[in-house]
């Protein structure tokens, strides 16, 4: 008989896919979501309009930081995994707004930790990040799970590395495994509008000039939706032993440069940007570059969409969306 799952950000990006994947392998599912208006809050109910026309799922209008109401839910739903994937996301938005991230991310985290250790959960699946790593170089090859972690550039890597840090104190005390899941730019329909490949593509189409940051000498690891959601179910059903605490780099392993990355959009489009090329951004870092080879040996993941064949589902997506 299949047991609820308790998905947090479920009108999200990625926990949107994660709990339609869920869904549609007949699992229940319930969806716990504030709507906050970060970005376009009308994406987000568009989201969760396709997730209730599942019959197991039912969505929680909520804050995640709210530890009693969180805790109340778990113990109502009876759960016995959540994959907690609601934060605040984004880099430069941390130096705007510190506080909605001390809220977010770290009592909501929190808040996860407290309900799960009361009521018996077997499993937490939690979102982390590759900001993580802070601004490394490249060279030695994809980023490990055992690399230092100690040099954030961002307020937003800062709250991601100590979730991580909470999750294996809570691991540690009260013996619920846990697994924390650190994403590789992630990207394709139904994204977030506040990442590059996104704004890029609705600049384009308008003819507007995009800002390419960095001079264009940034790489990142993006890794398409599909791939991140084969990585997280495959996590969720491969849980450490009690008392256990694993982390797992979730990308393609194939960095990509800032400007191959346009080119390939500026095809999708069959339009030519207007380049302004900008320093740095404070908060940045120059490259990502994940190596899989750990999620790879506990759960088999192995990406299978290159960005040459992501990038065109994701402009066929946004041209139906905005049509």
């Known amino acids: 008989m299949s047991m609820t799952v308790i998905v947090t950000g479920a009108a ?4 949107m896919h994660v709990a ?57 739903t009876g759960a016995d995994r959540v994959v907690h994937l609601a934060a605040q996301a984004g880099v ?21 930790l ?12 939690y979102a982390s990040s590759s900001s993580v790593y802070g601004n490394r170089p490249l060279e030695g090859g994809g980023f490990r799970e055992d690399d230092p972690t100690v040099s954030p550039v961002s307020l937003y890597a800062a709250t991601k590395r100590s979730c991580e840090l909470l999750s294996q104190s809570y691991a540690s005390l009260y013996g619920f495994p846990q697994s924390g899941l650190r994403f590789f730019t992630v ?10 490949y996104f704004s890029f593509t609705q600049k384009i189409s308008r003819g507007e000039a995009i800002e390419v940051y960095g001079e264009g000498k940034m790489a990142r690891d993006f890794t398409y939706i599909d791939d991140i959601v084969d990585g997280v179910v495959g996590a969720l059903d491969s849980p450490p032993a009690d008392g256990g605490h694993e982390v797992y780099n979730i990308g393609d392993s194939q960095p990509v440069g800032l ?6 959009l500026e095809q999708a489009l069959g339009q030519e940007a207007q380049k302004i090329m900008r320093p740095m951004q404070p908060g940045d870092v120059t490259a990502t570059y994940a190596d899989v080879s750990k999620l790879n040996r506990v ?25």
Do not use: Q
């Open 12 to 15: 999200g990006f990625i926990g």
């Open 92 to 112: 430069r938005y941390s130096i705007e707004n510190p506080f909605a991230y001390e809220r977010s991310n770290l009592a909501g985290h929190l808040s996860i």
């Open 299 to 323: 759960t088999g993941y192995k990406p299978k969409v290159s960005l040459k064949e992501g990038l065109p589902k994701f402009v066929a997506w946004w041209r139906a969306y905005n049509s």
């Open 20 to 76: 339609a994947r869920l869904l549609e392998r007949g699992e229940k599912v319930v969806g716990v979501d504030i709507f906050n208006g970060y970005y376009d809050p009308k994406l987000k109910e568009a989201r969760a309009a396709i997730l209730n026309k599942y019959p197991e799922f039912r969505m929680v209008r909520g804050d995640i930081a709210d530890h009693e109401a969180i805790k109340a839910l778990v113990t109502d």
């Open 187 to 196: 990207y394709g329909p139904w994204g977030r509008p506040d990442m590059a």
């Open 259 to 264: 400007m191959e990355m346009i080119s390939t």
């Open 114 to 125: 407290e309900a799960c250790r009361h009521n018996g959960v077997k499993h937490l699946v």
